[in-house]
């Protein structure tokens, strides 16, 4: 093959070390086993081209002792299988001593090579991974077509099962690329969401929700789960803990701006210089409870030491992952119910008696509960008639830009409107400044 004509693979494979899934692959492993059985020879190995003009080894089946492993790499030129794949050199040698280019090759005599097959390793889309070799010290010249063909077929199913196991390390190279483009915030907006007072249906402050880009078909939630599998849940959540800070010159005096922040980004001390930055007499920490917390015990001595800057809201209340006797031991000033329980509490028994020992334990605590996701009257009526004392939920607003929520807060009154519809999902467009679902029927 002429050296013009060679595709190595794409920027976007990894070349990295090797994931523990394909490096301990057992299946290659008994691939390259089998080869070494049926040919008769001495080693058989799998390598890959890496970054630099490199070749590593990645898989090494062989009795003997041999001063290279998985992991050893070389520069390409010092190769057998760089120059087979050049065309120097031939996939079948029954004698290295046959070619005198082997002679220019270092590792001919350090072995020695005897006899060597090879055969390129290539992907689906015809890019050239890696090498698929066998050989042994003495020459064989028993050696011939059938062989190859042997070869030929078990480095196949080796570049399948390669394949396979690289996808996913391909798909967390593109995540952990996209999560990075994010980190410099420029590209998460914030906007506000009000939360209004169910005893006098004025608004009392807003929870600062992070928008990312292609919102519609990639939600907030699924931006952080991707953080969170590449190692950066903490720097991608404090990206949007600090856009949402800067937001809070827009919250009217007064009033007060919840931002979500994770058990583990509490914990991790990310939080305490951010705030050290600014004043925090409007914000509320607001803990969320998507994954279970470690250690209750020092996420309650944290949140004692946050207390002396900030308020502090539990979330999810009633579905996460908190037991009520921890929510307790957490001391918050705030309880806010996940909106599982407000869809059609007005119908339901159950919530609503569930609802009502929330009420009781937020007053027997001394904290205020809020119920997430009100969208209809009956649910707004219900949530006041059982005592709970705030609501957020498209019956009141939808989130909103920071300009538009603060006029919202600053100016609202009880002009007439539609209430919003209810759907499972929300495929409704972002909100545009200006947009406000009031609630007349209050007033009544």
């Known amino acids: 093959m002429a050296a013009a004509e060679i595709q190595l693979p794409e920027p976007g494979i990894p070349t990295g070390p090797l ?3 394909l490096l301990h692959d057992e299946s290659i492993e008994r691939i390259l086993a089998a080869v070494r059985g049926h040919l008769g020879l001495e080693i058989a190995f799998v390598s890959r081209y890496v970054e630099g003009g490199q070749r590593e ?7 003997l002792d041999l001063p290279m492993g998985p992991g050893h790499r070389e520069p390409v030129e010092d190769s057998y299988c760089w120059h087979i794949l050049e065309g120097r050199l031939p996939e079948l040698i029954l004698d290295a001593a046959d070619h005198p280019f082997t002679r220019t090759l270092g590792i001919t005599g350090f072995l020695p090579v005897g006899c060597h097959l090879n055969m390129p390793l290539r992907l689906s889309d015809g890019s050239v991974w890696g090498s698929f070799c066998a050989l042994s010290r003495v020459p064989d010249r028993s050696l011939g077509a059938r062989d190859m063909g042997v070869l030929r077929a078990f480095a196949s199913l080796a570049a399948e099962r390669i394949e396979d196991s690289m996808r996913s390390e391909i798909e967390l190279s593109a995540t952990r690329k996209r999560v990075q483009d994010m980190l410099d915030g420029h590209a998460i907006t914030i906007f506000h969401q ?6 006098t249906n004025e608004p009392i402050g807003v929870e600062c929700l992070a928008r990312f880009p292609n919102t519609k078909r990639r939600g907030p939630d699924a931006w952080f789960e991707d953080a969170e599998k590449v190692g950066l849940g903490i720097a ?3 990206t949007a803990v600090r856009n ?11 009033k007060y701006a919840a931002v979500n922040v994770s058990p583990a980004t509490i914990l991790s001390g990310a939080l305490d210089s951010a705030l050290d930055a600014i004043a925090t007499d409007k914000l509320v920490i607001e803990v969320t409870e998507h994954a279970q917390v470690a250690d209750f015990t020092l996420l309650k001595k944290k949140l004692l030491q946050l207390k002396g800057k900030v308020r502090i809201a539990i979330d999810d209340v009633g579905t996460g992952y908190s037991g009520l006797r921890h929510i307790v031991d957490l001391q918050p000033d705030i309880l806010k119910m996940d909106m ?12 609503r008696a569930l609802t009502g020992a929330l009420v009781q334990l937020s007053r027997d605590i001394g904290c205020s509960l809020v119920a997430e996701g009100i969208e209809t009257l009956e649910e707004c009526r219900t949530m006041a008639d059982l005592g709970v004392n705030a609501g957020q939920g498209y019956f009141f607003a939808r989130p909103l830009p920071v300009v538009a929520a603060q006029q919202h807060l600053l100016h609202w009154s009880l002009d007439p409107a539609e209430e919003p519809d209810r759907a499972e999902v929300d495929n409704r467009p972002d909100p545009r400044e200006g947009e406000d679902p009031a609630i007349q029927a209050l007033a009544d």
């Open 19 to 21: 994931g523990d899934d």
């Open 194 to 199: 009000p939360i209004h007072s169910l005893l």
């Open 340 to 351: 599982a329980l407000t869809r059609d509490i007005d119908r339901d028994p159950a919530r």
């Open 236 to 238: 991608l959540e404090m």
């Open 57 to 63: 080894l990645t898989h090494v089946s062989t009795d």
């Open 244 to 254: 949402a800070l800067d937001t809070l010159d827009h919250v009217p005096d007064g």
